[in-house]
Nanobody, 127 residues
Framework: QVQLVESGGGLVQAGGSLRLSCAAS????????MGWFRQAPGKEPGKERL????????????YYADSVKGRFTISRDNAKNTVYLQMNSLKPEDTAVYYC????????????????WGQGTQVTVSS
């Protein structure tokens, strides 16, 4: 497995931007497809982590949830073992704990396909 550590969360006003980072260590990062999920406040930890975005191992293919399409951008730098989530035009409904995850196979939008998870970073968007 690969170890993942997220950073970059915080408090921002609606319409603002944040950039999340996820640093990987351990196994060969470039072998893994990467994803971002989020869990809204009040949800039981580990439950109902919703798909946000995913990127293929080589970075050429990206996927987005409809709710963030056009506002969020996922990218990766395999030389730095890091995946990013640029979040623009943030809305209060984007408030959640954001998790970075890694998978070797499976389906990009299914949390059960991911083998490794970070500890999460809180994003709070005020209205």
């Amino acid at each position: 497995q690969v170890q993942l550590v997220e950073s970059g969360g915080g408090l921002v006003q609606a319409g603002g931007s944040l950039r999340l980072s996820c640093a990987a260590s351990g196994r060969t990062f470039s072998n893994y497809h990467m994803g971002w999920f989020r869990q809204a406040p009040g949800k039981e930890p580990g439950k109902e982590r919703l798909f946000v975005a995913a990127i293929s191992w080589i970075g050429g293919i990206t996927y987005y949830a409809d709710s963030v399409k056009g506002r969020f951008t996922i990218s990766r730098d395999n030389a730095k073992n890091t995946v990013y989530l640029q979040m623009n035009s943030l809305k209060p409904e984007d408030t959640a704990v954001y998790y970075c995850a890694a998978r070797l196979g499976g389906i990009y939008y299914k949390s059960s396909s991911y083998d490794s998870w970070g500890q999460g970073t809180q994003v709070t968007v005020s209205s």
